[in-house]
């Protein structure tokens, strides 16, 4: 299926979408959100994409294959907990930073541990869906 009106819009709205993901991930730190509805919200913006366009396109416009993000998502998710640990405090104890990020706040391993998740979610889903349209 073809629709030039379906292809131009993703292309303004990839971005778009994308951007959300990320104010739902950093609003969810402290707020409804965080990194599972973000992830899943960018799994739906690269999977509207691979609707407009096809498979190949929105791999192109990932630019990393899905199971990298999990694999990174796996990485920053565990070494979250682990750096509490390495403090001398339980496994996947919320560290933070006493100094505020400009437009974050605090920093801490709570929000590593989002970012984790939402690569996690974002390239299992995206693994799902690019292998369900690519059987057809």
């Known amino acids: ?3 030039l009106i379906l292809s131009t ?19 969810g ?28 396109e929105a791999k192109k416009a990932l630019y990393l294959h899905p199971r990298t993000l999990i694999a990174v998502g796996l990485l920053a998710a565990v070494s979250s907990g682990l750096i509490g640990l390495l403090a001398g405090y339980p496994f996947m104890t ?13 920093v801490g391993t709570p929000l590593l541990f989002d970012m984790g998740v939402y690569l996690v979610v974002l390239g299992i889903t ?4 690019f292998s369900l349209a690519e059987e057809e």
């Not at 819009?9 to 609003?27: E, Q």
């Not at 006493?98 to 706040?105: A, D, K, R, T």
Request: proline share 4%; glycine share 10%.
């Open 1 to 3: 299926m073809t629709s």
């Open 29 to 56: 730190h402290n707020e409804p959100g965080g990194g599972f509805a973000g992830g899943l919200m960018a799994a739906a913006a690269f999977a509207l994409y691979a609707i407009a366009h096809n498979v190949a």
């Open 126 to 129: 995206l693994l799902i869906i």
């Open 94 to 106: 919320g560290l933070w930073s006493s100094q505020n990020v400009p437009m974050l706040g605090k």
């Open 9 to 27: 819009a993703t292309r303004y709205l990839l971005p778009l979408l994308l951007l959300f993901s990320i104010f739902l991930l950093l609003r």
